[in-house]
């Protein structure tokens, strides 16, 4: 059975740092790509950031580009997300999913609260 | 990047009812559009991928269809269970990018 779930998240300052994970089991961890997708407080879903199932590819919404960094450690079957500089509007339950037929995101952990306030 | 405009953005229906959703893309898409659901409180389901083929475990009185820009989903009987928000979701090119939502709501 697949399972995703995220940990990290927390209140975090304004400008401050923040790294999230996800820890999967059930599948192949290293043969599929993976994706964050985060959610605003009663607002829709918006895809974040995607890295390749090794790790060299990695793709980052406009929206943070620049201030987060996707990584992956195969060996431990776990997502990570760094997010640096972080503004109010980054507040959401991040979700991270994994992909499949490169675009479709098939299964999804149970999120994890970001809040950025001070 | 690629638009995706749902409608309507809110439904009220009856159990037993048919419930169809619309998904409009700002360019061609093919088939390469997703539907998911998501209750309140829970992670989004991935319900449709390839505009029609319905995900294991879903059931058959979901049902997806359109190609190009014009997509659709229907839920046929609707049960107590099918009242969440829907989500189209385009995956033919970078970025990947979801619809605004549709609230099924109890009539």
């Known amino acids: 059975e697949v399972q995703l779930l995220e940990s990290g998240g927390g209140l975090v300052q304004p400008g401050g740092s923040l790294r999230v994970s996800c820890a999967a089991s059930?599948?192949?961890?290293?043969?599929?790509?993976m994706t964050w997708v985060r959610q605003a407080p009663g607002k829709g879903l918006e895809w974040v950031s995607t890295?390749?199932?090794?790790?060299?590819?990695?793709y980052f919404a406009d929206s943070v580009k620049g201030r987060f960094t996707i990584s992956r450690d195969n060996s431990q079957n776990t997502l990570y997300l760094q997010m640096n500089s972080l503004r109010a509007e980054d507040t959401a339950i991040y979700y991270c999913?994994?992909?499949?037929?490169?675009?479709?995101?098939?299964?999804w952990g149970l999120g994890t609260l970001v809040t950025v306030s001070s | 990047d690629i638009q995706m405009t749902q409608s309507p953005s809110s439904v009220s229906a009856s159990v037993g009812d048919t419930v169809t959703i619309t998904c409009r893309a700002s360019?061609?898409?093919?088939?390469?559009l997703a539907w998911y659901q998501q209750k309140p409180g829970k992670a989004p389901k991935l319900l449709i991928f390839?505009?029609?083929s319905l995900q294991s475990g879903v059931p058959s009185r979901f049902s997806g269809g359109g190609s190009g820009t014009d997509f659709t989903l229907i839920i046929n009987s609707l049960q107590p269970e099918d009242f969440a928000t829907y989500y189209c979701?385009?995956?033919?090119?970078?970025?990947?990018?979801f619809g605004q939502g549709t609230k099924v709501e109890i009539k």
């Open positions: 979701q385009q995956a033919h090119s970078f970025p990947p990018r």
């Open positions: 890295i390749s199932g090794r790790g060299g590819s990695t």
């Open positions: 059930g599948f192949t961890f290293s043969s599929h790509s």
């Open positions: 360019q061609d898409i093919s088939s390469w």
């Open positions: 390839a505009t029609s």
């Open positions: 999913a994994k992909n499949v037929m490169s675009w479709y995101f098939d299964y």
